[in-house]
């Protein structure tokens, strides 16, 4: 077995766990559309990505890495209400969406050094779309830094705002959502194989 | 753009959106042969699923054709209110004035220079904060005073209970400024009157970059006072200064605004230095980019196929059209365009609420020929009103006789946010669909709409949601 099959796995569980996190933080803040918007559309992205590095991790063997699943426990920790913690968990998904991105990195050079170009391929789009996201969470945190870091908060509106959206006005996308959410299994739960 | 397109053949684009294949593929065949194309677009895109990519789109067909800057061809890109070109070149919409980019440097340290204040005084340590924006800081309570100009939020933004509920919230002081008491300004804590366009001098500049003058022909009511004479009253009494102690603004009435803003389009796309009220009062309408060099406007734009799209001359670096996030500066510059026009494509995305068995038809909202945005003007006018006195709900034939409902009959419309009642109107609308006029503040369809936006326009989602109906006795 080559080392390959441990990245492709460390992979693998990563892409879960930010599916996981970006659906965890768009049920979060579910009353920020923008939010929720992308960060479920980014759920998908993720969750594809996992299946589609499982079939090129099987080929390479048992590879398993618990990296992931402990980066993603030691993430979102703390009072996560608007503002301030929304700015916080889009940091943390960051934070994810890095640690795919080297993962992506490492993964492409052992691919172009065994030839695979079938990996290779599949890793630059997969890392496109990885680099999408980042590009977005760092949109986000520049649009919303300064309001949330620089202006005192009242915090009876802050908790009025954000308590969970009364589920006739939750859109029925999210119900399916939470759906897909149960398959790739609660968040930070995910064990690798 | 090849690759994104070639995933939709006819059959795929017929399923999404259930228009026929022979129809689809005769529209392509009369944009990809006809010689001349002038298209103009407006809320039908701007408030869609996907608003800006669609939008990009249609820019894209004239592009791929070389079907602009010539006699025949051209895309209008229209703007809904009559004075939405001028506050994009001004920056009134939060960009910075005549197209600056407020992510470059050098664009804000030259407009700190014509100001004559230090950069840092211009905010542009991110993206301008849109008004959904606004209202959501405001809901959270980081935003605790809120000054309303020219706009009527109370009818006209999505999912108006919530509207409604943060523009009463306690420990929001809400200023209103109008020449009429809106819905808005009932709602608010001090309201400032305003001239209207008759009662004051100023300029106004159509899609087509017209710069037309308005003088003032009358003298406005009781205590009513110019936007611009409010807003300077405003900046005195704030007492704001330049760097070197002047009070600024440095203009007293709307002519000094002019020259100022002339000053700022120098060298600019929407140069307007040749422009002045002298010429503007003695004809018609000129065109922008006019310069003082040659004194001559330019009807057409983009002739030469040239775009102002060079890195250190663009208004914005651009966004990724499916997620909002922005372009930065480096990555631009890797791959300045310099001139050239940019293809960008996207992916479809389904709408966030799409009809279900529960809520099985899309709702749709627009306008009717004879009003203006929330009526505040318009159904002030008898003829206007007389003609179009009422909010109405439009179906087609197979929905309303499905539903049992007749012409004129009272329907409950109700979505996941709220419900109205409206009489109906059959016919003249694809089945599936409902239509409701968003004009009416006392039956508004915005009760019925999300609350959500384009990621990259920020616009609103009007021209769609989920609804059902029913037949109600009066």
């Known amino acids: 077995m080559i080392g390959l099959a441990r990245y492709l796995a460390l992979l693998e569980s990563a892409e879960k766990e930010l599916s996981a996190a970006l659906l965890a933080v768009a049920e979060r803040h579910a009353r920020e559309p923008e939010i929720w918007q992308t960060a479920t559309f980014f759920a998908r992205w993720s969750a594809r990505h996992a299946t589609r590095v499982k079939e090129f991790r099987k080929r390479f063997g048992p590879g398993t890495d618990k990296g992931s699943r402990k980066l993603g426990n030691a993430l979102f920790q703390g009072v996560r209400r608007d503002g301030i913690g929304l700015v916080r968990d889009l940091h943390d998904l960051s934070t994810l969406a890095h640690f795919v991105h080297l993962g992506w990195d490492a993964s492409l050079q052992a691919a172009k050094a065994l030839r695979n170009r079938a990996l290779v391929d599949a890793i630059g789009e997969m890392g496109a779309e990885t680099d999408r996201q980042m590009a977005w969470l760092r949109t986000a945190i520049a649009a919303m830094a300064a309001q949330a870091l620089a202006v005192p908060p009242e915090l009876f509106s802050e908790l009025v705002a954000s308590r969970p959206k009364r589920p006739s006005s939750v859109p029925r996308r999210m119900i399916r959502e939470s759906q897909l959410r149960r398959w790739i299994g609660l968040f930070s739960s995910v064990e690798g194989p | ?474």
């Open chain 2, 1 to 474: 753009m090849r690759d994104v397109v070639g995933s939709y053949p006819p059959e795929r684009v017929e399923e999404i959106t259930n228009v026929p294949q022979a129809l689809l593929r005769e529209a392509a065949s009369i944009l990809g042969n006809a010689l001349r194309v002038v298209s103009s677009c407006l809320q039908g895109i701007y408030q869609s699923m996907q608003a800006t990519a669609a939008a990009v789109q249609i820019n894209n067909l004239h592009l791929i054709r070389g079907l602009i800057g010539k006699p025949g061809s051209t895309v209008f890109q229209m703007n809904g209110q009559p004075t939405a070109q001028n506050t994009r070149e001004c920056g009134a919409d939060g960009e910075l004035v005549a197209f600056r980019n407020w992510n470059n440097e050098r664009h804000v340290e030259e407009l700190a220079r014509l100001w004559n204040v230090e950069p840092a005084k211009i905010p542009h340590w991110g993206p301008p904060t849109h008004a959904m924006q606004i209202f959501r800081y405001v809901e959270t309570g980081s935003i605790r005073l809120l000054w309303i100009l020219a706009t009527n939020p109370a009818v006209s933004l999505p999912e108006l209970a919530r509207v409604r509920s943060l523009l009463r919230k306690k420990g929001l002081f809400l200023v209103a400024q109008d020449a009429f008491l809106s819905e808005t300004a009932a709602l608010a804590d001090v309201v400032l009157p305003a001239a209207l366009w008759g009662e004051k001098t100023g300029t106004f500049t159509n899609a087509d970059r017209t710069v037309h003058i308005s003088l003032k022909a009358v003298d406005p009511p009781g205590d009513a006072r110019s936007d611009l004479d409010i807003l300077l009253d405003y900046a005195r009494r704030m007492d704001f200064r330049d760097k070197d102690g002047a009070p600024f603004p440095s203009f007293t009435d709307a002519r000094g605004a002019f020259e100022s803003f002339r000053a700022a389009t120098r060298g600019r796309p929407c140069d307007y230095t040749g422009i002045s009220y002298e010429k503007l009062t003695g004809g018609s309408g000129i065109q922008w980019p006019c310069d003082e060099r040659t004194g001559t406007s330019r009807e057409r734009l983009y002739e030469e196929g040239i775009f102002p799209t060079g890195a250190e001359e663009c208004a914005l670096y651009g966004h990724d059209l499916e997620t909002g996030a922005t372009i930065t500066e480096e990555e631009y510059r890797a791959r300045d365009p310099g001139g050239r026009a940019r293809i960008k494509a996207a992916h479809w995305q389904p709408p966030y609420e799409e009809p279900d068995s529960q809520f099985p038809l899309w709702l749709t909202t627009g306008r009717v020929v004879h009003h203006w945005h929330t009526r505040t003007k318009t159904g002030r006018v008898r003829a206007l009103n007389d003609a179009a006195p009422e909010a109405f709900v439009q179906f087609a034939p197979e929905d309303a006789s499905r539903l049992g409902i007749l012409d004129g009959d009272l329907v409950e419309v109700e979505s996941r946010r709220g419900k109205l009642r409206l009489p109906a109107c059959i016919g003249d609308i694809a089945p599936g669909c409902a239509f409701i006029p968003f004009h009416y503040g006392d039956r508004a369809a915005n009760e019925l709409t999300v609350t959500g936006w384009d990621p990259v326009s920020k616009q609103p989602y009007f021209k769609y949601a989920a609804v059902r109906a029913r037949k109600v006795k009066p």
